[in-house]
């Protein structure tokens, strides 16, 4: 009985010493898997314990937080960009490109050439490393009555200008009325001394009564030097705003003069685009499709801060060739600081339109010899042809009329502005037949009554007419004055899309509202313009992978 007992024991024993050495075991196993999965490296023996297998974890762990072993330091190669280092002349390509106004490849070409005036000590040609820039894309003139803050400077010989071959020059001025005297200091190819002249005019490009006229407020100018007959064959390459005579230059400006051999039909142009929280980029991708629908050749952006979606859409468009990008900031002590900038503009009303009138001038004498017609618009306006579908048709009907009523050619041809406000459609509902994400396609109900004639309109501008240009029509012009022509609304109107009227029509918007009719004319495109604008959202993967 007492042997029978014993062995019971020893079987109870044994089992459970197998018992546990098969949980040994599996343990062992599952601790190697899990290593080497971390920490694929070859075992010198199959005979490793469970202490080993361990203390092999715990160094691997330890080493992940440590430094590499000190023999592999002195090999490794760390990842550095080792493509960037570049020539100077491709550093010098990429600065005229960010800098279209600098003259780096006229200053590179004379560098190390004598150029001045008289003697060594007048007009001494500038280097481009001793100009006196302000806010990146401007250059500066301290005089002894007032600052100058130079944009850009353009060749102008248009036929109908009195004053023959010229430089005008676009900048802002502290001053209004400005009496200090100026000179240009011209550069062509193949001269080593300047020619100077006098400065002929500043012209304002404002009006007194909207506010702002005071000293000490950056202003608006253009600023034009005729060509000494002896250089009426040849266009300059850079000019110099100075005070005296032999001053040397603290700026130098690229002359711009693009004359291809053949005008295109329509340029539009954008003022600088102030949309750093609102993501406008579907709409934006709308209103471009339409507009190339409706004719337009190419359209001028010029940009302050904007939505990473909206930079996307102009990049794909600007790739393409559809659009033009110019970055730009405002000019002196105005803020450019992301958002900061944005509230100054809002705030600030009259300097930020004082402001609008450089890129829209720039964008215009940039383009003086390239197209026949210029528009100044905003991404929420549309000039909308109603007999005709495109605007070349549009203009062959209006130029016949306008030349029935006087035989001469106007400054610019304008059509009167009428809203589509955002919250008329709640009235009405959705269309189901259009994609919900198109604003305009959507939008077809509008105020049933105009805006009053030469009132918020919008026109196409001549480009052989038009010296100074505002938002809503020219201030100053060449030849017989600004004569526009007033397009009948059964041939066109500005089809402006809003979510309310402006702050001057808060009375009368309401009234706007109250009296609404559907216009569906942008409806004829549809089909077009629903293809282009889902393909261009597609592809820069606006859309979720369907």
Not at 25 to 31: A, F, I, Y
Not at 86 to 107: A, H
Not at 235 to 261: F, G, H, I, M, Q
Not at 334 to 363: A, M, S, W
Request: aromatic letters at 12%; a positive charge.
């Amino acid at each position: 009985m007492a042997a029978f007992i014993g062995i019971g024991v020893l079987r109870h024993m044994l089992y459970r010493l197998i018992f546990w050495a098969a949980i040994l075991l599996c343990l062992s196993q599952l601790l190697i898997t899990l290593w080497r999965s971390d920490r694929p490296m070859a075992m010198k023996s199959s005979n490793i314990n469970t202490r080993m297998i361990l203390q092999n974890m715990i160094d691997f762990n330890n080493a992940r937080t440590t430094t590499p072993p000190y023999e592999s330091l002195l090999t490794v190669e760390p990842w550095v960009d080792k493509l960037s280092v570049q020539s100077e002349q491709l550093i010098m390509d990429q600065v005229q490109k960010r800098l279209p106004n600098l003259p780096v490849s006229y200053w590179n070409q004379n560098k190390n050439k004598a150029m001045y005036y008289k003697n060594e000590s007048c007009a001494k040609f500038p280097s481009i490393y001793e100009l006196e820039f302000n806010n990146v894309y401007w250059q500066s003139l301290q005089t002894s009555n007032g600052s100058f803050h130079l944009y850009s400077a353009y060749y102008d010989v248009r036929k109908l200008s009195r004053i023959g071959p010229a430089v005008r020059i676009l900048g802002m001025i502290n001053r209004i009325e400005p009496t200090v005297k100026t000179h240009c200091q011209f550069w062509f190819d193949d001269h080593r001394q300047p020619v100077i002249v006098k400065i002929m005019e500043y012209k304002y490009i404002w009006y007194k009564k909207w506010g702002n006229y005071k000293q000490g407020i950056f202003q608006p100018y253009l600023i034009a030097c005729q060509i000494p007959k002896s250089h009426h064959h040849a266009v300059p390459a850079s000019v110099s705003l100075v005070e005296n005579v032999c001053d040397k230059a603290t700026n130098n400006l690229r002359v711009v003069y693009n004359r291809p051999a053949v005008k295109k039909g329509f340029a539009v142009c954008v003022k600088g685009l102030d949309f750093l929280y609102e993501d406008l980029s579907v709409r934006l991708v709308e209103w471009i499709e339409l507009l190339h629908i409706l004719g337009a050749d190419k359209i001028f952006f010029y940009q302050l801060q904007v939505h990473p979606n909206i930079s996307k859409v102009l990049d794909h468009y600007e790739s393409v060739g559809r659009v033009h990008v110019t970055p730009l900031t405002l000019p002196g002590g105005q803020p450019n600081v992301p958002g900061f900038q944005h509230l100054y503009l809002t705030k600030k009303v009259n300097h930020k339109r004082q402001n609008e009138l450089i890129p829209y001038n720039d964008c215009l004498y940039r383009n003086l010899y390239s197209y026949e017609y210029i528009a100044l618009l905003d991404i929420d306006e549309v000039i909308m042809p109603i007999q005709t579908r495109t605007w070349k048709e549009l203009m062959d009907t209006v130029m016949v009329k306008a030349l029935a009523a006087r035989n001469e050619t106007r400054a610019s041809y304008n059509v009167r502005n009428v809203y589509f406000l955002d919250d008329l459609i709640h009235t009405h509902g959705w269309f189901k037949t259009m994609p919900k994400y198109m604003h305009m396609l959507q939008h077809v109900y509008r105020s049933k009554n105009y805006t009053k004639p030469n009132q918020y309109v919008k026109c196409f501008h001549n480009p052989e007419r038009a010296l100074t240009l505002h938002n809503h029509f020219p201030l100053a012009c060449l030849s017989q004055g600004c004569t526009s022509y007033a397009m009948d609304t059964a041939d066109a109107h500005l089809q402006h899309y809003r979510a309310d009227c402006v702050k001057t029509l808060k009375k009368t918007c309401t009234e706007f509202r109250q009296n609404s009719v559907i216009d569906t004319t942008i409806w004829r495109y549809k089909r077009d313009l629903i293809s282009r604008v889902s393909n261009t959202l597609s592809s820069l993967g606006f859309f979720p992978a369907i």
